[in-house]
């Protein structure tokens, strides 16, 4: 999921230059310039995503280990 909204925040960050870039009037340049700012949003938004789903697994892997020694400490 992560990914996808990192893609798509860069392409909206090249969609916001390019608006930028062939503006005409202040009006395009304003769109140009939300494009860009949503589109950085978007890529922080995908990267954290992704930051906490590598801790969930590893909080995941965590629990399960501990679970295992549990069970060798309760079978001795």
């Known amino acids: ?4 909204i990192v893609v798509f925040g860069a392409l909206q960050i090249l969609a916001g230059l390019a608006a930028y870039g062939a503006a005409i009037s202040a009006i395009h340049q304003i ?5 860009f ?3 950085i949003l978007s890529v922080a938004l995908g ?4 930051e906490l789903q590598a801790i969930r697994l590893a909080t995941q892997r965590h629990a399960d280990a501990m679970e295992v020694l549990r069970k060798r400490q309760v079978s001795t």
Request: avoid cysteine.
């Open 31 to 35: 769109l140009g310039a939300l494009f």
């Open 1 to 4: 999921m992560g990914i996808v």
């Open 37 to 39: 700012g949503m589109g």
């Open 47 to 50: 990267s954290a995503l992704q």
